[in-house]
Antibody, heavy 119, light 106 residues
Framework: EVQLVESGGGLVQPGRSLKLSCAAS????????MAWVRQAPKKGLEWVAT????????YYPDSVKGRFTISRDNAKSSLYLQMNSLKSEDTATYYC????????????WGQGVMVTVSS | EIVLTQSPTTMAASPGEKVTLTCRAS?????MHWYQQRSGTSPKLWIY???KLASGVPNRFSGSGSGTSYSLTINSMETEDAATYYC?????????FGAGTKLELK
């Protein structure tokens, strides 16, 4: 059974940093692109980052580029999101997701972890 | 960036009623995917590559479309179908989501 379990969320002050983790199991982690998607309270879904199977290629939207870094450790089947210079608009539930196939849908999602940026 | 516009924003349907949700893209995309999100839970892939049902999705659901116009149809609304549905395209970077359609039970 595919499982994605996020951790590392919490309350953080604006301008500070936070690192999220996602532990994957039930599939060969190193064979899949992985991603982070976030959802602000009562809002829709926003893609945050994607990483290639080896970790050599990463992709970000302009809203987080230069502040967020996605990485992975295939030996540990783990995905990470380092978030720096956090802003109040980064407040959201962050989901780890597996990317697959044609047109790149996200076929499995974690339960999500809440990040609140507030003073 | 490809903008996805979903309509309606909110709707209510009675059990047994046929429901159609639409998603329009600002530019042509190769595929559209749909997610179901029930209150307080993570999104679930529901329909992928425009018309393929994800594992466990009842066959009263169907997806169709091409180019810039896509739809998700429920043949006969059931209680458990009440949720928010999001469309998503990954053909062009950045991947984008629609704002969602909240489907309620009447």
């Amino acid at each position: 059974e595919v499982q994605l379990v996020e951790s590392g969320g919490g309350l953080v002050q604006p301008g500070r940093s936070l690192k999220l983790s996602c532990a994957a199991s039930g599939f060969t982690f190193s064979n899949y692109y992985m991603a982070w998607v976030r959802q602000a309270p009562k809002k829709g879904l926003e893609w945050v980052a994607t990483i290639s199977t080896s970790g050599s290629r990463t992709y970000y939207p302009d809203s987080v580029k230069g502040r967020f870094t996605i990485s992975r450790d295939n030996a540990k089947s783990s995905l990470y999101l380092q978030m720096n210079s956090l802003k109040s608009e980064d407040t959201a539930t962050y989901y780890c997701a597996r990317r697959v196939g044609n047109g790149f849908p996200f076929d499995y999602w974690g339960q999500g972890v809440m990040v609140t940026v507030s003073s | 960036e490809i903008v996805l516009t979903q309509s309606p924003t909110t709707m209510a349907a009675s059990p047994g009623e046929k429901v159609t949700l639409t998603c329009r893209a600002s530019s042509s995309v190769s595929y559209m995917h749909w997610y179901q999100q029930r209150s307080g839970t993570s999104p679930k892939l529901w329909i992928y590559e425009t018309s393929k049902l994800a594992s466990g999705v009842p066959n009263r659901f169907s997806g169709s479309g091409s180019g810039t116009s896509y739809s998700l149809t429920i043949n006969s609304m059931e209680t458990e179908d009440a949720a928010t549905y999001y469309c998503q395209q990954g053909s062009s970077y950045p991947p984008t989501f629609g704002a969602g359609t909240k489907l309620e039970l009447k």
